[in-house]
């Protein structure tokens, strides 16, 4: 699994590096994600989990206000929640390829909205100082909406909130009809080369 999303991943920056106008950059931040698990009647709702997002971008420009963004971006989901006294963490780690369609709003604010699909690198459940991985309950792929606002600083440094919303059922449990989705809230820089 590991071996195809790397082929996928070259793939792609080898195509886009054939475009001269392609820009590549950095983005890096905190996000703050939380999950849900619906099965038969019961719904458990976690709470807000501090994770990194971290990666690199690379622009195609289409015209003054609107471009394509892609790149290979490291997304952590999760969540967190207590039972009986005892604190307990999932921790999700993706390898995200988003494909966005981003607009130019303005006084150096701009809008991006888009599909992305990510990959499943790691999962692992936290509780008592103890960790279990939980990867073979964890399906390897998940599809995500991206929707975001960001702002220039420069021409090299912009800023940016953005909202990953899990779109697909993440759990490879079928008893009872399980769903589990994920999403996150994100702040963060961006440097552009």
């Known amino acids: 699994m590991f071996k ?33 698990t619906v099965s038969g009647n019961t719904t458990e709702t976690y709470n807000s989990l501090v994770t990194p997002t971290a990666g690199f971008t690379i ?4 015209s003054k206000s609107f471009h394509i963004q892609s790149g290979l971006i490291y997304n952590g989901m999760g969540g967190k929640m207590s039972e009986q006294g005892i604190d307990i963490s999932i921790n999700l780690g993706y390898l995200s390829i988003p494909v966005l369609a981003k607009f130019e709003l303005g ?5 991006y909205v888009g599909p992305q699909l990510s990959f499943l690198m790691s999962a692992t459940a936290k ?3 103890m960790s279990e991985d939980m990867k073979d309950q964890v399906k390897g792929t998940g599809m995500f909406g991206v929707f975001g606002l960001g702002y220039k600083v420069s021409d090299k440094v912009n800023v940016f909130g ?3 919303a899990g779109f697909s059922n993440l759990s490879k449990i079928t008893e009872n009809n399980t769903k589990t989705t994920t999403d996150a809230f994100s702040i963060g820089l961006g440097f552009n080369f």
Request: net charge positive.
């Open 162 to 164: 953005e909202y990953v």
């Open 59 to 62: 622009d195609f420009p289409g």
């Open 127 to 129: 509780a008592a100082g």
């Open 4 to 36: 195809k999303i790397i082929f996928i991943a070259a793939f792609a920056i080898v195509a886009i590096s054939a475009s001269a106008q392609a820009k590549f950059g950095l983005k890096g931040g905190i996000s703050f994600a939380n999950a849900k």
């Open 107 to 111: 006084s150096g604010f701009q809008g």
